[in-house]
């Protein structure tokens, strides 16, 4: 997605725009929902900082989309358009978020456990979303996938131009699609929000008061988790220090001398598939878990 972002930036920029386009990391890295920001105008930029009312949002993990801690529906408009690398219609997801914004669909490629195999997705979101702004031309496109990614072989990024330039042409059906540059609130229409009221500390100074230990565990980190790592242990030689000491976020626990996974923290980087000397460790697409677990419980 930071690639994606420069790669927009860059052809709006050759485009004769002003433009900005930065990345933002949470406090993890691998395995975490990953955003990054465009803007652009004909008039100097002097706005920073996030964009809080996007007039289109690229969504190329359609997986994050129910999940309120990936944020991606914060913000919207009524004018925002979604642009969603998905398998579903956009009425299915019309139906499911249940808005009414103008939705397109870029046809997914097949599922597969290999995520490296998705590693030409974030030229493809940018070709396509480079169309639907209709300010950018398909030598703009080229010159900014050439200059992004120069250091890459050259078959690489004929690959990652290939993908683009085929976004960016199924797009030509959404031409009645206008991506509407948002207004700014203005402070004479600014409503104060509906506060809930609290009482009042007897202190001079008040501050935020901790009441008991060990509330991080309240944070479940897997709800944007895409693979899930499965042990097999018929294969696992009880190793244990190994997945459990490279877990960046502790979610290997021991029981019984048999490493085990917690799924409500794990956040699926897969990091200890990496580690496992003996390879007792693989993984399934989320969504195939969670369908295995559904089976499992109408068994029971």
């Known amino acids: 997605m930071k690639t994606a972002s420069r790669i927009l930036g860059n052809a709006l920029f050759r485009a004769g725009y002003e433009v900005q386009d930065a990345p933002r990391y949470g406090a993890e890295r691998r395995g975490a929902p990953i955003f990054a920001y465009v803007r652009a105008d004909k008039n100097p930029i002097n706005e920073r900082g996030i964009i809080r009312n996007p007039d289109l949002v690229i969504v190329a993990d359609d997986s ?8 991606i529906l914060q913000g919207l408009s009524e004018h925002t358009v979604l ?27 097949e599922e597969t456990v290999d995520r490296a195999e998705l590693k030409y997705v974030g030229a493809t979101c ?16 080229k010159q900014a996938i050439g200059e992004e990614l120069q250091e890459l072989p050259p078959k690489v990024i004929e690959k990652n131009l290939q993908n683009a330039l085929a976004a960016f ?3 030509a059906t959404y031409k009645d699609v206008k991506i509407v540059e948002g207004t700014c609130v203005q402070a004479q229409d600014y409503e104060v929000p509906q506060w809930v009221d609290f009482p009042f500390e007897q202190a001079s100074v008040s501050s ?8 991080s565990v309240e944070v479940k980190t897997g709800l944007w988790r895409t693979l899930r790592p499965i042990i097999d242990y018929d294969l696992c030689k ?21 490493p085990e996974i917690d799924y409500d923290h794990c956040k699926g980087c897969l990091v200890c598939l990496a580690q496992c000397p003996p390879h007792a460790i693989s993984a ?14 109408k068994q029971t």
Do not use: Y
């Not at 994050?64 to 944020?71: D, E, K, M, R, S």
């Not at 940018?126 to 496109?141: E, F, K, P, T």
């Open 169 to 171: 042409d199924s797009m």
């Open 64 to 71: 994050l989309l129910p999940i309120p801690a990936a944020g």
């Open 83 to 109: 642009l969603l690398n998905s398998h579903e219609s956009a009425s299915t997801w019309q139906q499911r978020l249940n808005i009414r914004n103008p939705i397109i669909i870029l046809s997914a490629s």
């Open 208 to 215: 935020p008061t901790i009441h008991a230990g060990l509330t």
């Open 238 to 258: 009880r190793c244990w220090w190994v997945c459990s000491s490279f877990c960046p976020d502790g979610a290997i626990t021991v029981s019984e001398g048999k």
């Open 126 to 141: 940018a070709g396509a979303a480079a169309a639907l702004l209709q300010v950018i031309s398909h030598d703009n496109l």
């Open 284 to 297: 399934i697409p989320e969504s195939q878990a969670q369908q295995q677990e559904r089976e499992a419980e």
